[in-house]
């Protein structure tokens, strides 16, 4: 348990430096309003009452001032339909308490995600603020507070940089044995079942929206990209998400479900042991679709996969959802995997074991 060395509070939010208590950086009340009501209000209740003293002295979210942010590079690192993700830092003006000389401020890297038309902010951007601030600490990248690009006059979430960018990067550049690739789907299966206990699905779930970040040294693994997640009594119309990814009873209409987030799953299983995406050769169309639902369409289990996981991931990939493993079952199966992984001890193809590389190294030792 990581404490904070000014307050003696348990600290929740990774990534701020430990050098600074949070609480005490906070600038005076009233805090500086955004322009926009409902914002404002989600603010002011993340932040710790001076009646009761939080239990965490760093869960909360702040308005910050779009002048303490610096982007490192003015294109994005990645860009959606919804959003584009920059890359900067983040000096806050006020640290420990106390004022200090802009040379000294200890500078914070963040990734930058600003909402695409979100200048009149709707519902959905909203509830994307809520359900990240919600999982803060136990599956959700740390999310520091809001602010607006005055450029495109669009609101940005400021939060955490993580290290290894998304999953996708991280497979692309790494080495990673069939027990690592297990551990990372099991990390990513634990998080879900987070969102899935509260009956919040996330509907679009694939290896863009997995970040890899390190932690002293070990791996983490967040999940990201809440502005689909609903929860069961608040269903949404219309497709939604990556086509490989999308469940077929979602292609056919069907409102999304727990188990259409499971579908998702077993295509990162399968992008685990591939190094590149699903059906990257076609296009993702109408004719795709048809032969997801009618054929059975599916990624082509790689060679050299062993039986165990190809199991598990063709469970996943049930064309029925009632058929497809609950995540308990499937967190227990990945979990044994990782405790005896006799079943995974089979020879690779040659070409999974020599993916682009930039010289980072695994060293998996997951959180969770």
């Known amino acids: 348990m990581d404490f904070c060395c000014h307050c003696n509070c348990k600290r929740k939010v990774i990534g701020y430096p430990r050098t600074i208590c949070r609480s005490n950086s906070l600038p005076n009340r009233p805090f500086p309003s955004c322009g926009n009501e409902d914002i404002d209000a989600f603010i002011e209740n993340t932040m710790p009452k001076e009646e009761s003293k939080t239990e965490y002295c760093d869960y909360f979210l702040e308005w910050i001032p779009y002048s303490h942010i610096k982007l490192i590079k003015n294109d994005p690192i990645a860009e959606g339909n919804y959003s584009r993700v920059f890359i900067g830092e983040w000096k806050p003006l006020e640290q420990g308490g106390e004022v200090v000389d802009d040379k000294e401020l200890i500078n914070i890297d963040i990734a930058l995600k600003?909402?695409?038309?979100?200048?009149?902010?709707?519902?959905?951007?909203?509830?994307?603020?809520?359900?990240?601030?919600?999982?803060?600490?136990?599956?959700?990248?740390?999310?520091?507070?809001?602010?607006?690009?005055?450029?495109?006059?669009?609101?940005?979430?400021?939060?955490k940089r993580a290290i290894h960018g998304d999953l996708r990067k991280f497979i692309d550049?790494?080495?990673?044995?069939?027990?690592?690739?297990?551990k990372i789907i099991s990390s990513i299966a634990k998080s879900l079942n987070e969102l899935h206990n509260l009956d919040i699905i996330h509907r679009d779930l694939h290896c863009g929206n997995i970040l890899v970040d390190e932690v002293d040294n070990d791996t983490k693994i967040f999940i990201s990209d809440f502005g689909f997640s609903r929860t069961i009594e608040f269903p949404s119309e219309g497709i939604i998400g990556v086509l490989p990814y999308v469940a077929p009873e979602v292609l056919c209409g069907q409102p999304y479900m727990k188990e259409s987030d499971i579908y998702s799953l077993g295509t990162i299983m399968w992008?685990?042991?591939?190094?590149?995406?699903?059906?990257?050769?076609?296009?993702?169309?109408?004719?795709?679709?048809?032969?997801?639902?009618?054929?059975?369409?599916?990624?082509?289990?790689?060679?050299?996969?062993?039986?165990?996981?190809?199991?598990i991931m063709e469970r996943c990939w049930n064309a029925e959802p009632s058929e497809r493993p609950d995540l308990l079952f499937l967190i227990n199966e990945?979990?044994?995997?990782?405790?005896?992984?006799?079943?995974?001890?089979k020879p690779l193809r040659k070409a999974f074991w020599n993916p682009p590389s930039n010289g980072i190294k695994s060293?998996?030792?997951f959180i969770t």
Request: with cysteine; charged share 25%.
């Open 114 to 159: 600003v909402l695409k038309e979100s200048e009149n902010l709707g519902s959905e951007f909203l509830n994307e603020f809520k359900i990240h601030y919600k999982f803060l600490g136990v599956c959700a990248i740390p999310f520091y507070g809001l602010t607006i690009h005055p450029a495109m006059n669009e609101y940005a979430m400021i939060m």
């Open 173 to 182: 550049n790494s080495k990673l044995s069939w027990s690592e690739r297990v």
């Open 271 to 311: 992008e685990l042991t591939s190094s590149e995406r699903p059906f990257s050769g076609r296009a993702h169309d109408l004719d795709l679709a048809v032969e997801i639902v009618f054929k059975k369409l599916r990624p082509k289990v790689v060679e050299g996969t062993p039986e165990v996981y190809k199991n």
């Open 334 to 345: 990945y979990e044994e995997l990782i405790k005896n992984p006799s079943p995974l001890q």
């Open 363 to 365: 060293k998996i030792m």
